[in-house]
């Protein structure tokens, strides 16, 4: 299992920025995905997930609203709009497969991240 993450970088506040994940060694539109971040000095926070076929998605508070996550079946990639972006969003996003939902998703195979900072 393999996730890559692309579309990070620095953005001012109010700014927008969108995330790509492509996912290879599974076969993807069988698994929900999600992305979760990881602010500076805090633990993983879990953000948004989407079901298979992109029927059903869910979002954290702290992003409802201002986030939109989508996925390309054919093309093997998740996405992440950031819209209206805060300070508070500044961490690094992973990519995730969730394997079973509790009252959250559960996650188990994570990309390596890309670095969101938002700052004037």
């Known amino acids: 299992v393999q996730l890559v993450e692309s579309g990070g970088g620095m953005v001012q506040p109010g700014g927008s920025l969108r995330l790509s994940c492509v996912g290879s060694?599974?076969?993807?539109?069988?698994?929900?995905m999600g992305w979760v971040r990881q602010a500076p000095g805090e633990g993983p926070e879990w953000a948004s997930a989407i079901k298979t076929g992109g029927t059903y998605t869910y979002y954290s508070d702290a992003v409802k609203g201002r986030f939109t996550i989508s996925r390309d079946d054919a093309k093997n990639t998740l996405y992440l709009q950031m819209n209206n972006q805060k300070q508070e969003d500044t961490a690094v996003y992973y990519c995730?497969?969730?394997?079973?939902?509790?009252?959250?998703?559960?996650?188990?195979?994570w990309g390596l991240g890309t670095q969101v900072t938002v700052s004037s």
């Open positions: 995730a497969r969730v394997y079973t939902w509790g009252k959250l998703p559960q996650y188990d195979f």
């Open positions: 060694g599974f076969t993807w539109r069988l698994y929900d």
